[in-house]
């Protein structure tokens, strides 16, 4: 998993920092600003191992990093490998709501999963996660059997945990809308929740009824 996430953050002009023994720091220059990403691996995902470990974290990059981006533009991202997959959604958004040090997310994913998607991607790991994501027929067999855990759902779990991967569904039903829609949410009321609301919806299981919302229906949605 580290290998995929490693391809897609160089490929979005990411690069490495720092690698640690818990995990690697990536850093991105946009204009005046850094962004940066901490990519850890766990077996064992609690929130009690979280906040014991993020001070560390933070201060062992900070040694590394002298940057006022830092403390506000720095993301944890926790791949939590889990075999079968455990039903840890109320896990995942206890951590990803812990508002201490880093923003962070959750990726988990299984064995099998990731080596299905291993097979979809080859070598060139970046390229073809990005036309995985933007291929119709790949995000229809996603809805199709959402409830049967697979590579279609760590490849969306993938570009949903990571904002500035950019999501090129090509979907006429409302799905190049609903991005259009977020983006001007943000630029008209300065509201990042929006967007992240609206990235939560794709990956949620009201997004397999998506065909019957109509528009009112859907900003309800995003605003819940």
């Avoid at 996430?5 to 995990?23: A, M, P, Y």
């Avoid at 923003?103 to 996660?129: C, G, M, W």
């Avoid at 929740?193 to 990235?199: D, G, M, P, Q, R």
Wanted: glycine letters at 2%.
């Amino acid at each position: 998993m580290k290998e995929i996430i490693n391809d897609v953050l160089l490929g979005s002009s990411f690069e490495s920092v720092k690698r640690f023994e818990f995990g690697e720091l990536y850093q991105n220059s946009q204009i005046d600003v850094f962004y940066y990403w901490l990519v850890v691996h766990t077996d064992t995902l609690t929130p009690e191992l979280i906040s014991s470990l993020q001070d560390e974290y933070f201060d062992e990059c900070k040694k590394v990093v002298d940057s006022p981006s830092f403390n506000k533009n720095t993301s944890l991202l926790i791949l939590y490998e889990t075999n079968p997959l455990e039903i840890i959604k109320g896990l995942v958004q206890l951590i990803e709501e812990d508002p201490y040090q880093f923003k962070k997310y959750v990726i988990p994913y299984t064995n099998e999963a990731l080596s299905d998607l291993k097979d979809q991607v080859k070598t060139e790991i970046y390229k073809n996660v990005k036309l995985l994501i933007s291929d119709n027929s790949v995000f229809q067999d996603y809805k199709s059997d959402y409830n049967n855990y697979n590579w279609r759902h760590l490849l969306y779990s993938v570009a949903h945990k990571l904002p500035f991967l950019e999501l090129l569904i090509e979907e006429n039903q409302s799905i190049a809308n609903m991005d259009e829609m977020s983006k001007e949410l943000i630029e008209r009321d300065n509201l990042r929740e929006y967007y992240l609301k609206l990235n939560e919806f794709i990956v949620g299981e009201d997004f397999i009824n998506l065909p019957e919302l109509n528009l009112n229906d859907l900003i309800k949605k995003i605003e819940e």
